[in-house]
């Protein structure tokens, strides 16, 4: 054991030199294992080794008895020691979990919270017999090409130095070393399902064939590898078909399968969004389509349109705000979307940098407006039922629902584009300018400019 746990720390970059490690020792074979190896080569690998431990309470006395084990453990050693009791099966209830899915959490907790203190790194003792029975119930449940790779040595500071170790390699460093642990008699019991794969499906399939287990081992140490080549190639991919905030449809129906899913995965990920099998999907199914929208938690709408997918956040379509433009202080007012894009907005007195506009035909002229044609009190709003505008050049008067068709505004950024309206309607909208009635021409003494953009410093 001593070989691999040294491998797997110097190969898969576990552990650095003034590390503050704290191993998770649950009085167990694999942890007492783990534990030891760390105290016992701390000087060499250069880290301040501590422990913590989390009673589950599920098991009565023995529960505690893991506890005594542990405390004694350390006592002997110095190995500063954190404890922390949780009535697992009770908060399991309350929160509707199963208690192996709440034992998890709570571990996983406690852990966050040592590495977001003054623990660089907490070390677990999962073994490569763990990871092979992780994969085998992953394949039985279901799963893609992430979970047949298992568990990762290293996932943010949570390393896993036995990773490459078997469990028979672990119970006899224990053996030479005359290390005593503690037996967890709920790992003897097939009443949880990780159990019944260790205790009947890997003899079997050990049975079937010899070396099955190595074989998987094997297996998912290369699926790790091409997996971590397609998510950066995963990566590359939505950076190619990025549109600011949104995606180019056509773009991403022109990546291979395996590439569309990565990238929906990656977009939901960068939402904090889970990714299963059934919202990937959905999320393809509106992708393919064109049209349409998938609600999803959070209060995010996945969104397509022939051109663009985009991820949304449902206050951005909701918002109903409506704001007074002042007269004064304009150089330093500007407004903000829900999507985040700017508006700012500039007084105009000097009229030859108009008429200068207008002989160049400078794209800025759209969205400058001729101050002495509004009238009274102009707002800042989003589109309302009934609005419509003459634009500078158009014939005739349009709503703003057919211009927006027209120009195949996706759907979902129409409610938050903004509008300016004086009392008798819209003068200008964002990416379509201003209205005939308002535009500044070589008469006009006084502008007004707007810049839009996600930045107008």
């Known amino acids: 054991m001593n070989h691999k746990a040294f491998d797997a720390i110097v190969k898969l970059d576990l552990i650095h030199q003034g590390d503050r490690v704290c191993a998770a020792l649950s009085g167990g074979a694999d942890s007492v294992a ?143 070393e005359g290390l005593p642990y503690v037996t967890d008699s709920s790992n003897l019991q097939d009443v949880y399902s990780r159990n019944r794969v260790r205790h009947r499906v890997l003899p079997e399939l050990e049975a079937v064939h010899p070396g099955a287990k190595e ?80 609600s999803l938690p959070g209060g995010w709408i996945f969104a397509a349109s022939p051109t663009t997918l985009a991820f949304l956040e449902e206050s951005a379509q909701q918002s109903g705000e409506s704001i007074p433009l002042p007269r004064e202080g304009l150089p330093d007012f500007s407004i903000q979307s829900a999507s985040g894009k700017q508006l700012s907005f500039w007084e105009l007195q000097d009229c030859e940098q108009i008429k200068n506009f207008i002989q160049k035909k400078d794209s800025r002229l759209k969205n400058i407006l001729d101050y002495d044609k509004i009238y009274n009190t102009v707002l800042i709003r989003h589109r309302l039922p009934g609005d419509a505008i003459q634009l500078v050049g158009r014939g005739c008067q349009k709503s703003l629902k057919k211009l927006f068709n027209e120009e195949k505004i996706p759907p979902w950024k129409r409610p938050g584009l903004w509008v300016l309206a004086d009392p008798e309607g819209p003068i200008w909208v964002e990416g379509f300018g201003a209205a005939q009635r308002v535009a500044a021409t070589g008469e006009t003494r006084q502008g007004l400019e707007i810049k839009e953009g996600e930045d107008n410093e």
């Open 34 to 176: 783990l534990t030891h190896f760390l105290w016992k080569n701390r000087e060499q690998l250069g880290i301040t080794l501590t422990a913590c431990h989390l009673n589950h309470c599920l098991r009565e006395e023995e529960s505690f008895r893991d506890q005594r084990f542990v405390e004694d453990f350390c006592r002997e050693r110095s190995i500063p020691l954190t404890l922390r009791t949780v009535d697992i099966a009770a908060l399991a209830r309350k929160n509707g979990l199963s208690v192996e899915e709440c034992g998890r959490e709570e571990r996983y907790r406690l852990f966050e919270e040592l590495c977001a203190g003054e623990h660089s790194l907490v070390a677990t003792a999962h073994t490569q017999s763990d990871n092979v029975e992780t994969v085998v119930f992953h394949l039985c449940r279901g799963t893609g090409l992430k979970g047949l790779t298992g568990i990762p040595p290293k996932r943010g500071k949570i390393i896993r130095p036995l990773i490459l170790a078997t469990r028979e390699e672990v119970e006899g460093y224990c053996q030479r």
């Open 215 to 294: 074989a998987i081992a094997r297996l998912s140490r290369t699926l790790a590898l091409e997996e971590d080549f397609l998510e950066e190639e995963g990566r590359r991919c939505l950076d190619s078909i990025r549109l600011g905030e949104d995606c180019s449809r056509p773009g991403f129906l022109a990546l291979h399968p395996a590439m569309q899913g990565r990238v929906l995965a990656l977009l939901l990920k960068e939402r904090g969004l889970e990714v299963t099998a059934q919202r990937l999907t959905q999320l393809m199914g509106r992708a393919e389509a064109g049209e349409g929208q998938v």
